[in-house]
């Protein structure tokens, strides 16, 4: 059975639900297909210490503040799943839960979109999948051999898991730091050995969510105004201090080496021919756009990207992406920077469809 909808919308994690907040404001009729079996999106995945870089207040979704959390400043992944839960519900939002959507195909001036519990006939799409369905593992020499556990960030949940264990976890960014602090911090594990491609860097202290926003947006006006590129947060570092990584730091026990040339059958190996045992290998090496879903409208460039102008495909008008990063808005895969790129796909698309 085929039901017909003005806007479908795929994914139903926090930029699902803006774009849901404002197509109602545009008064379009709009389905949210939404893979997860329960809302709250990505979060309901995460580790279990994982908190927000920013208090409350700055980490809302458009029309409302995503309240305190009770005996802390900034939220843990449970209380943004409160959030986004109570946000669905209060704005009656149509999503439509354990639906994965496997294709988007073009059928006249429509789409159809096919998921796993039917298919919609419809007049435009955001697509809003995000990035955690997708991660990234890089190649490297003797995966085949090593004969302990291989696990992404999107697996790791408690240093529990690892008590008395080697653990190597690799990757420079916020979710490397984080992590190997989780793990140095609880001290369960046999040891710890932190590999990053370049040296760690630590944004300044007094850095949280909340100036990362300012100096995304302050790029993003630059960009509007034809200046020049400051390089936004990039410029600034690449690791937020949040308190435990900053704990786990001054006690000296976020010492990073460099990234390893191979694994071997039982650890790591680097040019120089030192090697580290080791029983597990978290790979905190990123994400990449989950878009399999839109490889029927054979949208991708010459480089592999999907060419767009702020959301909107370029050469397919009825098509956005949103909450992908900054490709797809500054900050927009963010709680609070994903509100402005949300609200302009649904005007753009209002003015497209009336």
């Not at 709009?30 to 210490?49: E, K, N, T, V």
């Not at 990757?171 to 990053?196: F, H, K, M, P």
């Not at 090496?285 to 839109?294: I, K, Y």
Request: aromatic letters at 6%; one cysteine or more.
């Amino acid at each position: 059975m085929t039901q017909h909808t003005e806007v479908a919308v795929v994914g139903g994690g926090q930029a699902g639900l803006a774009a849901g907040y404002h197509l109602r404001r545009q008064g379009l009729d709009f389905r949210i297909l939404d893979a997860d079996p329960s809302p709250g999106g990505s979060w309901q995945h995460m580790w279990d210490s994982l908190h927000l870089f920013s208090p409350a207040e700055h980490s809302s979704l458009p029309g409302r503040l995503m309240p305190a959390p009770t005996g802390g400043t900034c939220p843990g992944a449970g209380h943004v799943v409160d959030y986004l839960t109570d946000y669905e519900k209060r704005y009656d939002l149509p999503v439509q839960h354990g639906t994965r959507v496997g294709a988007v195909r073009r059928e006249g001036d429509r789409f159809l979109v096919e998921s796993d519990t039917g298919t919609w006939r419809a007049r435009a799409v955001i697509s809003a999948t995000g990035t955690w369905s997708r991660p990234f593992l890089p190649a490297v020499p003797g995966s085949e051999v090593f004969t302990g556990r291989q696990l992404h960030t999107v697996n790791y949940r408690s240093p529990a898991d690892f008590a008395g264990q080697c653990v190597v976890v690799v990757g420079g960014g916020n979710s490397g730091a984080q992590i190997a602090a989780d793990l140095a911090l609880d001290g369960r594990a046999a040891a710890l050995t932190w590999v990053t491609a370049r040296p760690p860097r630590f944004l300044p202290d007094d850095v949280d969510g909340r100036a990362l926003f300012d100096v995304a947006t302050a790029r993003r006006r630059a960009l509007e105004a034809g200046r020049d590129d400051n390089g936004g947060v990039a410029s600034l570092g690449d690791i937020v201090a949040v308190p435990p990584v900053r704990a786990a730091r001054d006690a000296g026990l976020l010492r990073a080496a460099g990234m390893f040339s191979r694994l071997t059958a039982d650890g790591v190996s680097w040019a120089d021919g030192s090697t580290s045992n080791a029983d597990a290998v978290i790979w905190c090496t990123g994400f990449r756009p989950a878009l399999s879903h839109l490889a029927p409208l054979n949208l991708r460039g010459p480089h592999g990207h999907i060419p767009i102008s702020g959301t909107q495909v370029v050469g397919e008008a009825r098509l956005h992406l949103l909450g992908y990063g900054d490709w797809t808005g500054p900050a927009s895969a963010t709680l609070i920077g994903v509100g402005r790129p949300a609200r302009d796909a649904a005007r753009a698309l209002a003015d497209l469809l009336r």
